[in-house]
């Protein structure tokens, strides 16, 4: 004889909750446990699956024997979230891997130049990525994937039920966007995912399968995501209908109908297509839209502010107010303004110019010594963002500058000129103009002064946006024209380059090397193959690459991935300071053998490069970072970092090689010449080695800078590059 009860149980992302409502919809009896995930560092959010099953079961047979038998059993889960298991055995291979995990997000931007379009928050990288860590990757075939509704199925049943509905394989990123009754075959091929580990697609509610781990083998009868199964509950079942819910963020859902949004991805208002539900076979469409901070203002307020001691005196708190005059809270707990230049009112040379020397010999060998232990140290950024060491005790009885000056600051260009600027074309030097009106630094801007400098930039980020988006757009287009016209052939893809010592997380500590090559020896070979400078620059670096990772018996059989900085500093802008550069990615051909066959590709691969880089607005780089806010920048950096984005599963690319024209006359500092401008760039996680060029007279001066464990013998490229020129000059000659 049927009870009319039903057992509910909703697996939420810190707690399970498992009740028996009767047949009115009216709770019986129902208890909830918490469970939390686990976050063994930043953007890592996991679980045990293992706990979460025994959790359910455990609660789920408490339950019936303390309301009776049920007839049937319903499961809502968080989203997104991904087990593996052993088909066999029922055993999770290693923890699961939470919806809020970021881990996968340098393998979702890769995976969008191969036009598969999947976020960190969806399962489809998450499977891909515990799939990698196997030992055995045949394994797979005795391998279950699911979603946490489908990991509960599949305990309740024993095994005997390997199902998703509709609303949670909609979320995957596996399924094919406008029929989410199918999973995309060309998703699961570039992913490397079996289609056998895939549970069925279902409807949201019907006879799926038997419980049978539960007293009675009640029927599971509805499976829903978590935001779904809340707009049912609240009987939102109609076009129309909408709901929203309050946690850490809020969550609203609109239900559509049998036709689905004009869009698959985010929307122009900002809202996401969802499966509602489905029901004998017919699919109910909505939208969401999703409010970071909704719970998090009260916590704001009650531990930032401290205006209440408790979460609840907010609504007494509001309560109590019954005008607020005109006034509009906006939520910007992630930073609302980007930062603003001033001059120091408090500026100090002492803090910025100081005097140091060399041990002896005082040889080339001690001068990149002290710039890497220079170089290394950190700016102080309560200090205006540069510093200079006057650096004695030379070998000859020369004098070293040595200066370092944050890149947000100041580019290669600026970086020249301002070099320029700070000596002469004589070697006597110039009259000194008459000191103009007395310096006034800057005011510290007030509180008002800040928030008006934001509300600013919160009101220039809307049409910014647009003109950032037409620029990003246009440019894909026109890309994506030009690399299928006939006989173009597509530059280096970000995260396509191999994995070599080069790309690897990098420490405080750095290493410098210096060389220099003769400006005849590349004109000669300029000239004798078509080339450019900057062609012959990339080949000889290429040359003392190969050299050293064939040392080291690293080197690739794919070729080395160079980004190479492009200044898009007008001719307005000269003078100014500030970072003006877009770049462009160039392979180096490093798998080749005979020097002259590597130029030639590199003579074509940056041709290639540049007349794909001429589509994109040079505004372009710099147009999206005033898009990012800086809260969300900086840990989002740390979070970067941290997992590795920038190398794995292959870096984004290789290494950094930087040339820029210096002043082809000579320079002066109070009567003695300049003989040697070494330039240096800065190094990042993911690309342990730069490699900056610069001309003056009738050299090349090439700095490299390295991080001191993952290329402690930077020397070693430096002493190359002389004889992967000498190589090519050979051949021009």
């Known amino acids: 004889m049927s009870s009319g009860r039903v057992l509910v149980v909703d697996v ?109 928050n969806q399962s489809a990288t998450k499977l891909q990525w515990i799939l990698e860590q196997l030992d055995d990757r045949e394994r797979t075939r005795d391998l279950c994937f699911g979603t946490v509704d489908t990991w509960v199925a599949w305990t309740l049943s024993r095994g005997a039920v390997h199902v998703t509905d509709a609303t949670n394989a909609a979320i995957t990123g596996l399924q094919i966007a ?88 985010r929307g122009p208002a900002g809202t996401f297509p969802i499966v509602a539900w489905r029901h004998v076979g017919r699919i109910t469409w909505g939208i969401e839209a999703v409010m970071l901070a909704a719970g998090t203002n009260v916590q704001w307020l009650r531990d930032d502010l401290g205006l209440i001691s408790t979460s609840d005196e907010s609504h007494d708190l509001a309560s109590s107010c019954d005008d607020t005059g005109g006034g509009v809270y906006v939520p910007a707990l992630l930073g609302l303004g980007t930062p603003a230049w001033i001059e120091d009112p408090a500026f100090d040379l002492e803090n910025h110019l100081s005097r140091a020397a060399l041990p002896a010999p005082g040889g080339a060998d001690e001068l990149a010594a002290f710039t890497a232990d220079f170089v290394s140290r950190p700016l102080d950024r309560r200090q205006p963002l540069w510093e200079m060491e006057v650096v004695e005790g030379l070998e000859g009885g020369m004098v070293a500058g040595v200066t370092k000056v944050h890149h947000s600051a100041v580019d290669g260009i600026s970086g020249a000129e301002l070099t320029a ?14 000191p103009g009106p007395e310096w006034r630094p800057d005011q510290l801007p007030s509180p008002r002064d800040l928030a008006g400098l934001a509300l600013r930039s919160a009101l220039s980020r809307p049409p910014a946006a647009l003109a950032a988006a037409r620029h990003v757009l246009g440019a894909a287009i026109g890309i994506r024209r030009r690399n299928r016209a006939q006989g173009a052939t597509a530059p280096p893809l970000p995260f396509a380059a191999p994995a070599t010592p080069l790309n690897t997380s990098v420490g405080p ?34 040359g003392a690459l190969r050299a050293y990772l064939c040392d080291l018996g690293r080197c690739p059989d794919e070729p080395l991935v160079a980004a190479v ?65 800086p809260a969300v920048g900086r840990p989002m950096a740390r979070l970067v970092s941290r997992l590795g984005l920038t190398y794995r599963p292959r ?44 001309s003056y007279l009738d050299s090349l001066f090439v700095g490299l800078n390295a991080d001191d464990r993952a290329v402690p013998e930077v020397s070693s490229i430096a002493g190359y590059l002389p004889d992967a020129l000498g190589e090519l000059a050979k051949v021009a000659a």
């Not at 609660?59 to 989203?79: C, F, K, M, W, Y």
């Not at 500590?509 to 078509?530: H, K, L, M, N, Y």
């Not at 877009?582 to 007349?611: F, H």
């Not at 006359?665 to 003695?672: E, F, M, T, V």
Request: negative net charge; proline residues 8%.
């Open 421 to 434: 600027n700070l000596l002469d074309f004589e070697p006597e030097p110039g009259p000194i103009d008459a």
């Open 178 to 265: 406008r029929n989410p009754a199918e999973w995309d075959a060309n998703t699961l091929s570039v992913l490397g995912i079996p289609p056998a580990m895939l549970p069925t697609i279902v409807d949201s509610s019907g006879a799926l399968g038997e419980a049978t781990a539960l007293p009675g083998a009640p029927l599971i009868s509805a499976l829903l995501g978590d935001q779904q199964a809340s707009l049912i509950g609240q009987g939102c079942v109609h076009p129309g209908d909408a709901k929203i819910t309050f946690g850490t963020g809020g969550m609203l859902d609109l239900v559509l109908g049998e036709e689905p949004p004009v869009f698959d991805q």
């Open 12 to 120: 939420g992302t810190s707690s399970v909750r498992v009740g028996v409502f009767d047949a009115t919809g009216a709770a019986l009896h129902n208890v909830e446990r918490e469970l939390l995930p686990d976050t063994p560092s930043d953007g890592i959010v996991q679980f045990d699956a293992r706990a979460m099953a025994e959790t359910c079961l455990e609660l789920a047979v408490t339950e019936i024997a303390r309301a009776g038998p049920v007839d049937a059993v319903g499961i809502s889960n968080q989203r997104g979230s991904t087990v593996v298991w052993d088909r066999a055995t029922g055993e999770p291979v290693g923890p699961g891997i939470g919806w809020q995990d970021l881990r996968t997000i340098g393998a979702c931007l890769s995976l969008r130049a191969q036009g598969v379009r999947t976020g960190p």
């Open 509 to 542: 500590r750095r290493r410098v090397a210096f060389s220099q090559i003769d400006t005849e020896d590349v004109t000669a070979v300029r000239e004798a193959f078509g080339a450019t400078v900057n062609d012959v620059v990339l080949a000889t670096c290429a």
């Open 565 to 629: 900085p492009i200044s898009v500093r007008g001719t307005d802008e000269r003078g100014t300071m500030g970072n003006r550069l877009s770049a462009m990615l160039v392979g180096l051909g490093t798998q080749i053998e005979d020097p002259v066959a590597r130029l030639i590709a590199i003579c074509e691969g940056s041709r290639q490069a540049k007349a794909q880089n001429r589509l994109i607005a040079p505004t372009t780089l710099s147009e999206l970072a005033e898009l990012v806010l």
């Open 651 to 694: 870096p984004l690319f290789n290494v950094i090689i930087s040339s820029f024209p210096g002043p082809p006359c000579p320079l002066y500092c109070a009567g003695a010449r300049l003989v040697a401008p070494y330039p240096l760039g800065p190094v990042f996680d993911g690309g342990a080695l730069n490699i900056t060029v610069q």
